[in-house]
């Protein structure tokens, strides 16, 4: 089993609907998480951090985690075609090798106007 | 602007030659990072820097190799070695403590044939 699963996808959602992409971790230890955007041919861009149990909102975005299930979550509302990108997410644990993070395989979102 | 260049973009060559990436960050991070991108594979490690003259080998370092002689820079050299070189390679940077974000470049796109 992976330490972090991610559904790939593809998710296709009209504009303005509201997105929620998931990820689920096997390892309590992991304390720190993260929400990357990836654009085609593009190198990750960091779009939320996290670390406590809880919610955490910027603009549009909407970070969720929940320790005890091992569940971390990102909601994105009025979805805009800017949003059509892969979401990678990521997290670290002590025992990383050089805080290096852990990601999931990333979920390919399409918003159509 | 501060941020990390990789260069080329776009790499090809031959089956059986060895050739190396370029990472150049101008963040004044102490750690660093090379990635490997394949399609529904996610990103694994290949090596990491957490100072200048040290590295460690990440998850899938066989047939690569690295050097971190100054601290802005991380080259990944991709060798004959390596069984399946075509492939999309991130370089990150980080501060270098747990839970720091990484902080990507674009990536470079190599194609062996």
């Known amino acids: 089993q992976k330490e972090v699963e991610q559904d790939p996808g593809p998710l296709s959602v009209p504009e303005g609907a509201i997105v929620s992409l998931n990820c689920t971790y096997s390892?309590?230890?992991?304390?720190?998480f993260m929400w990357y955007r990836q654009y085609s041919r593009k190198g990750p861009e960091l779009l939320m951090y996290?670390?406590?149990?809880g919610n955490k909102e910027d603009g549009r975005f909407t970070a969720q985690v929940d320790k005890s299930s091992k569940y971390i979550s990102l909601f994105i509302r009025d979805s805009q075609p800017s949003d059509s990108a892969t979401y990678l997410c990521?997290?670290?644990?002590?025992?990383?090798?050089?805080?290096?993070?852990?990601f999931g395989k990333g979920t390919s979102l399409l918003v159509t106007p | 602007d501060g941020g990390i260049t990789q260069s080329p973009k776009y790499l090809f060559r031959k089956e059986g030659q060895n050739v190396t990436l370029s990472c150049e960050q101008n963040?004044?991070?102490?750690?660093m990072y090379w990635y490997r991108q394949d399609p529904g594979q996610g990103l694994r490690l290949i090596y990491y820097?957490?100072?200048?003259?040290?590295?460690q080998k990440g998850d899938i370092a066989e047939g690569y190799s690295v050097s971190r002689e100054k601290k802005e820079s991380f080259p990944l050299t991709v060798t004959s070695a390596q069984k399946n070189p075509t492939a999309f390679y991130l370089c990150?940077?980080?501060?270098?403590?747990?839970?720091?974000?990484?902080?990507f470049g674009n990536g470079t796109r190599l194609t062996v044939t």
């Open positions: 990521a997290m670290s644990k002590n025992s990383n090798s050089g805080y290096a993070l852990n």
């Open positions: 990150a940077s980080s501060i270098g403590d747990l839970g720091s974000p990484l902080h």
């Open positions: 820097s957490q100072i200048v003259n040290d590295f």
């Open positions: 963040l004044n991070h102490d750690a």
């Open positions: 996290t670390y406590s149990s």
């Open positions: 390892n309590s230890a992991f304390q720190y």
